[in-house]
């Protein structure tokens, strides 16, 4: 092969004898300094042996910004404060492994989102931690909600924005609905499937969209904001204990269940679709006590029941069943859920079904569910009910039973209807 100059992240031409790969040089790893990597065009990493290429061709180099980014701020525009928690939309691509790697500064983050600036001013970042959200737990829903708590109180600070990894951010979105309580300013969690330095990147829209609900809206409730649909045009704003990601891929990834949104958000306006608070000047104040010992266990068919005795010896202090269907299992699981209820632990039942509720009243299965001692959570998610579940359980003077059948933050309707 013909010496090399192209460097990671330059486009480029791998040459075999019948074959011309195009696309961006990655860095190898040290143990293999024998394989050229290349990213192509669509997205996927490929690797040659070095001794079967003829040569490669620099095509363009690529592009180094020494250029400084400085946070904008403007006194005409209301003042926003953004937490930033990790995950995608905070993170960009790596010409080394051909991956994506957290952005180290949100001046790094900013220079990405311009437009960002044209109607809110950023007045305060807040970095808790950066994670991906699959390593996220309840403390560190604690973390978020306490500097949460903390901007809400401050009087110059219209809103807030969290940014967060996709795939668990329903839960946040959930635990910061029963912590923050009834908020006195807009709290907006949103995100991006893909990372912001990609052409295809959804996260510029949902920024903007975020930081018009946080920052312009008179919305007082948490709530999660991202695309609507697969285009680039506008977000929903939408409940965050009656949302979930649908999708593993797609810009409109999340969706409301068993609910609407609360608006369609423009990037300079706001179409409001349902009731919703309104701003206050309540101070806000906090609750989020939290047990651990909480479980969601999925039934499936001929599943041994036996599983709910590793959380019985594990001392867990309640689980969430996801149940078969309007809420059923097999006549071996209730014999063991009337065992380990009888033993302390509370089992409370949401269905494997998204849309719709749980009845126990339909069929002689949930009729023995309600006599072993299950609660039926309605239309409630089953992320949500785990979240809530462990909330509740939190507080040690509270009736379990009770709570957990109490309204806190619109996450269960009374009855469902068409629309």
């Known amino acids: 092969m013909e010496k090399v100059t192209a460097k990671p992240g330059d486009k480029v031409e791998v040459h075999f004898v019948k074959e011309i790969y195009e696309g961006t040089l990655l860095e190898s790893p040290e143990n293999e300094k ?14 040659f042996n070095k001794k079967d290429v003829l040569k490669i061709r620099t095509l363009r180099k690529a592009k180094v910004s020494e250029e400084k980014f400085e946070i ?3 006194s005409s525009k209301p003042n926003i404060a953004m937490v930033i928690t990790g995950g995608t939309i905070s993170s960009r691509y790596d010409s080394r492994t051909g991956g994506v790697h ?6 790094s983050l900013f220079k990405f989102y311009p437009e960002i600036f044209e109607r809110v001013n950023i007045a305060k970042i807040e970095i808790p ?9 309840h403390k560190d829903w604690q973390k978020i909600a306490k500097v949460c708590e903390k901007l809400l109180n401050e009087p110059n600070i219209s809103g807030v924005v969290v940014t967060h990894g996709t795939d668990f951010l329903h839960y946040t979105a959930s635990a910061l609905s029963f912590f923050l ?10 995100y991006s499937q893909r990372s912001i330095d990609r052409a295809s990147s959804d996260a510029n829209l949902n920024l903007v969209c975020s930081a018009e609900v946080a920052g312009l809206s008179d919305i007082a409730e948490v709530v ?3 695309h609507a649909n ?3 045009n506008f977000c929903y704003a939408m409940p965050g204990a009656k949302v979930r990601k649908l999708h593993t891929s797609r810009r409109d990834a999340f969706k409301v269940v068993n609910d609407k949104p609360i608006a369609k958000v423009f990037p300079n306006k706001i179409e409001i679709l349902k009731n919703y608070n309104k701003r206050n000047k309540t101070k806000i104040k906090i609750d989020n006590k939290f047990e651990e010992k909480v479980a969601l266990v999925k039934f499936y068919p001929g599943q041994s029941p036996d599983i709910l005795d590793f959380y019985l010896k594990k001392k867990y202090k309640g689980i969430v069943i996801e149940l078969a269907g309007i809420g059923q299992v097999s006549d ?3 014999k063991k859920i009337k065992e380990i209820i009888s033993k302390g632990v509370f089992i409370f039942g949401t269905s494997q079904c998204i849309n719709g509720r749980v009845d126990g009243f339909v069929y002689s299965s949930g009729r023995k569910l309600i006599d072993a001692g299950v609660i039926y959570l309605k239309d409630m998610l089953s992320e949500t009910a785990l979240v809530k579940l462990g909330w509740v359980l939190g507080h040690k003077s509270w009736n379990v039973k009770e709570k957990m059948l109490e309204n806190f933050c619109g996450e269960f309707n009374e009855r469902l209807v068409i629309d």
Request: hydrophobic letters at 40%; a neutral charge; glycine letters at 12%.
């Open 34 to 47: 024998g394989v050229v990597l290349l990213k192509l065009g669509n997205g996927y990493n490929i690797g």
């Open 72 to 74: 904008k701020k403007d």
């Open 102 to 107: 957290p952005l180290d500064t949100p001046e």
């Open 129 to 137: 931690f950066m994670k991906f959200s699959e390593n996220m737990n």
């Open 181 to 190: 309580g009834k908020v006195n300013k807009p709290v907006v969690l949103t």
């Open 224 to 226: 999660l904001v991202g």
């Open 230 to 232: 697969s285009e680039d």
């Open 332 to 334: 071996a699981w209730i």
